[in-house]
T-cell receptor, first 111, second 119 residues
Framework: KQEVTQIPAALSVPEGENLVLNCSFT??????LQWFRQDPGKGLTSLLL?????REQTSGRLNASLDKSSGRSTLYIAASQPGDSATYLC??????????FGTGTRLAVRP | GAVVSQHPSWVICKSGTSVKIECRSL??????MFWYRQFPKQSLMLMAT?????????EQGVEKDKFLINHASLTLSTLTVTSAHPEDSSFYIC???????????????FGPGTRLTVL
């Protein structure tokens, strides 16, 4: 059974700081990994999608990497802003087209 | 990305009543629908998977007679919480996949969610 863990569970940083969120998964047989953002009481916003054959994806100030063999992914946020405050979820797509979500990292960026 | 809507966005009901949640994929054909629920400060947990025109497959621990899923068309799926109780209070989110950009192994899209509160 696939299990996805995110570290840290919560993070508070001052505005402008670069930060890294971590995601690990137990079964490396994945099709892809996706990072999402969730604002309080809202649905999910897709940030980045990395296919199993890829190493990283970039979008603006966000960069996500994938090391499938070691079961790890990181989400790098450059020059953080208060508007980045949200919960960040990673999810892996495995056999049976099942998406398994991580536990999430609650990020607070202080002005 | 794909446009997915859910209705209602929030609902408050009395214990024992049934609540129907609709999920619509507005710009593609959803051959498969995933339903998730999310308890406060927890991650999303898959409840069930349904293919258009077929019965849903439920995850372990999810009562199929309590959470009725209908996926009769490629653009609409419904989740009915029957005889709701306070412990069913949660955030319910649908995720359709299918043709026209939402196929397997590609980006997954999600509805905006429905917050259910059972008094």
């Amino acid at each position: 059974k696939q299990e996805v863990t995110q570290i840290p569970a919560a993070l508070s940083v001052p505005e402008g700081e670069n930060l890294v969120l971590n995601c690990s998964f137990t079964d490396s047989a994945i099709y892809n990994l996706q990072w999402f953002r969730q604002d309080p009481g809202k649905g999910l916003t897709s940030l980045l999608l990395i296919q199993s054959s890829q190493r990283e994806q970039t979008s603006g100030r966000l960069n996500a990497s994938l090391d499938k063999s070691s079961g790890r992914s990181t989400l790098y946020i450059a020059a953080s802003q208060p508007g980045d405050s949200a919960t960040y979820l990673c999810a892996v797509l495995s056999s049976g087209d099942k998406l398994t979500f991580g536990t999430g990292t609650r990020l607070a960026v202080r002005p | 990305g794909a446009v997915v809507s859910q209705h209602p966005s929030w609902v408050i009901c009395k214990s024992g009543t049934s609540v129907k949640i609709e999920c619509r994929s507005l710009d593609f054909q959803a051959t498969t629908m995933f339903w998730y629920r999310q308890f406060p400060k927890q991650s999303l947990m898959l409840m069930a998977t349904s293919n258009e025109g077929s019965k849903a497959t439920y995850e372990q621990g999810v009562e199929k007679d309590k959470f009725l899923i209908n996926h009769a068309s490629l653009t609409l799926s419904t989740l009915t919480v029957t005889s709701a109780h306070p412990e069913d209070s949660s955030f319910y989110i649908c995720s359709p996949t299918g043709t026209s950009g939402g196929a397997s192994y590609n980006e997954q899209f999600f509805g905006p969610g429905t917050r259910l509160t059972v008094l």
